[in-house]
T-cell receptor, first 116, second 111 residues
Framework: AQSVTQLGSHVSVSEGALVLLRCNYSSSVPPYLFWYVQYPNQGLQLLLKYTSAATLVKGINGFEAEFKKSETSFHLTKPSAHMSDAAEYFCAVSPNRAGGYNKLIFGAGTRLAVHP | SAVISQKPSRDICQRGTSLTIQCQVDSQVTMMFWYRQQPGQSLTLIATANQGSEATYESGFVIDKFPISRPNLTFSTLTVSNMSPEDSSIYLC????????FGPGTRLTVL
C-alpha cells in the first residue's frame, strides 16, 4: 500500500528564512509525487510534481522539491519565506505511474506560519 | 491546467436531508475525482468518476450515501444523502490533466 508521511504538522519560520517541509513516501512502485498548497478558505493549488524526469523539480512561487529515492523523500524547500507563503501544504503520492491520472493519497498536511 | 467551479460554495443543511454538489470544468476530461476534507484534516478520496461508467468508490464510502453522476466530459455531481453532523466537511472535485487540479470546494455544515 502507498502512504505519505509529513513530518511536522506545524512549521514556523521568520520572513526571509529557509522553508523546509518534509515528506516521506512509501510506494511499491516508482511513485509520482506532488505538493499542493491550500490557502485559508480556498481549494488546493498544485505547486509542483515529480513524474520521473529530473529529480529536482521547480514549481511556482519559488518552491522546489528534490526526489531522493534512497531516502524515499520529497521535501519541499524555498530559500526565502514570504508572509504570503503562510498556508497549509500537502504532499501526495499517486499509487501508480499515471501522473495524476489516478487517485492521490495525501499526507496529513503541514501548516506553515511566517512571522516578521 | 483547468478552470473548475463548484456549486454551492457553502451550505448549511438539516440532519436527514440531502445536498447535491455540482462540479463544472472548462475543458473535456476523462477522469474526475471527489474528495472529502473533514475539519482540520487532510483529503480523502471518496470516488473516481469516469464518463460513461459507474463511479468507483473507495473503502468506507458507498453509492447509497454518496451517489455520483457523470453525464458528460465537463460535469459531475456528488450527492451527500441522509446527512448527519459527521458529514460536515469540505467536498472537493478534481480533474486529471497531467496532474490533478482541484475546484474551490463546497463547505458543508450539517446541523
Amino acid at each position: 500500500a502507498q502512504s505519505v508521511t509529513q513530518l511536522g504538522s506545524h512549521v514556523s519560520v521568520s520572513e526571509g528564512a529557509l522553508v523546509l517541509l518534509r515528506c516521506n513516501y512509501s510506494s511499491s512502485v516508482p511513485p509520482y509525487l506532488f505538493w499542493y498548497v491550500q490557502y485559508p478558505n480556498q481549494g488546493l493549488q498544485l505547486l509542483l510534481k515529480y513524474t520521473s524526469a529530473a529529480t529536482l523539480v521547480k514549481g511556482i512561487n519559488g518552491f522546489e522539491a528534490e526526489f531522493k529515492k534512497s531516502e524515499t523523500s520529497f521535501h519541499l524547500t524555498k530559500p526565502s519565506a514570504h508572509m504570503s507563503d503562510a498556508a497549509e501544504y500537502f504532499c501526495a503520492v499517486s499509487p501508480n505511474r499515471a501522473g495524476g491520472y489516478n487517485k492521490l493519497i495525501f499526507g496529513a498536511g503541514t501548516r506553515l506560519a511566517v512571522h516578521p | 491546467s483547468a478552470v473548475i467551479s463548484q456549486k454551492p460554495s457553502r451550505d448549511i443543511c438539516q440532519r436527514g436531508t440531502s445536498l447535491t454538489i455540482q462540479c463544472q470544468v472548462d475543458s473535456q476530461v476523462t477522469m474526475m475525482f471527489w474528495y472529502r476534507q473533514q475539519p482540520g484534516q487532510s483529503l480523502t478520496l471518496i470516488a473516481t468518476a469516469n464518463q460513461g461508467s459507474e463511479a468507483t468508490y473507495e473503502s468506507g464510502f458507498v453509492i447509497d450515501k454518496f451517489p455520483i453522476s457523470r453525464p458528460n466530459l465537463t460535469f459531475s455531481t456528488l450527492t451527500v444523502s441522509n446527512m448527519s453532523p459527521e458529514d460536515s466537511s469540505i467536498y472537493l472535485c478534481s480533474v486529471a490533466l497531467d496532474g490533478q487540479f482541484f475546484g474551490p470546494g463546497t463547505r458543508l455544515t450539517v446541523l
